[in-house]
């Protein structure tokens, strides 16, 4: 193909040779016709024995058939392309090493016939590269899902360590309400006995309808009071969330509150506007309101008022809480719902309670804010997106 001694011809030779892939011209008889330097040390042969041979000896055995049927097909319509696109090629050196290899094809008309121009890179470092990039992409996949395995599992028992933080903290103040309460039962009690006692012997019979009303006065008192505080210490639901009426949650915290704390001294005014439900756990609503009230309760030294006011506010439901107590310093605004902050004494308080209160709602989606009314007290609002919001309450409770 080439004139020895044309200078031209020799630079070329040159350039042939010290190309990076591998060159070979090979005829339509499959018979190599030229091998540049690259291609005979890429297959482990020195150039003139490759020259002459069957273009098969550098394929695997088990391509040959194949790799004569695409040579007639070649020839049938040849053009430029890429050997074997979409599949891995193979070639195979002299000492039987096989190896990776990417093929391009080119054909061309010399003056003893057509030929074709196969370009052959030797693919192995790109393959290795591939294939380590893979098993990267593949490791980093199963991380990644391993990742946000433990990331759920974490958020369950967050979720359960809370659950039973709420429920622990709802037990020791039940301890309180129920001794608190024995009072307010007893009273009422007393005046049922007392009348009961006076019916066995009474022959008036109007005289017996007004103990008659008396007594389920009374009784009626008790049963709301025992229910109120039962409702309030039975353990957290693990059903899904419902529609809470706050109307409702602030009346039985308040009463609950008032009750078994003795707060007969404090006046508490609840005002309630329109307050579309929210989406929550009923007894939750009802533990943060008390222990909001408890607070306020506890902050009044002798006589005083706690004022409590609901409204809606666009697509959020608010409760005020307001009382006459002496504050909140202004250093202690920003701690009060840090866990263990309290300014009580050892058997007053934990200082759990407004930790627990953000807990709750803030598990709803709500806000809480404490800031110190013109009037002296604290006054604390939480906020809870309406149910009808979309997505108003976190998705791990619904
Ligand atoms: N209405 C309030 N008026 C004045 N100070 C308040 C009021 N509410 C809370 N505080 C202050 O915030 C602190 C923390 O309140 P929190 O309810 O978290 O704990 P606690 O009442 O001390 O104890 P616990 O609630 O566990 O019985 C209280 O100790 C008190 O100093
Ligand atoms: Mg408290």
Redesign the pocket.
Known sequence: MTQAGDPLTEIYQLALHAAPSGIMVVGDRGDIQYVNQTLADMFGYRMEELLGKPVEILLPEQYVGAHRRHVENYARRPEPRPMGSGRDLEGVGKDGRRFPVEIGLRPAQTDSGGVVVATVIDITKRKAIEDRLHQHEEQLEELVTERTRELRAAQREKERVLEHLIQAEKMTAVGTLVSGIGHEINNPLYVVLAAAEALTDETDIGQCRTYGHEILKQAKNIAETVKNLSRYAQPGTRHDLQRVDINASVAGAAHLAQRALRGDQIEIKITTGPAPAILAKPEEIQQALF?LIR??I??IAGKGRIEIHTAQEGDWVTVRIQ?S????PQA?LKR?FDPF????GPDE???????IVRQIVTRYRGTIDVDNATGG??RFVIRFPTADLKNAAGEEHS
């Open positions: 222990n607070n306020a506890q902050a009382d107590g002496a504050g909140i202690h009060v902050f309290t300014t009580k308080g934990e200082g759990l309670g407004l930790y007290g604290a």
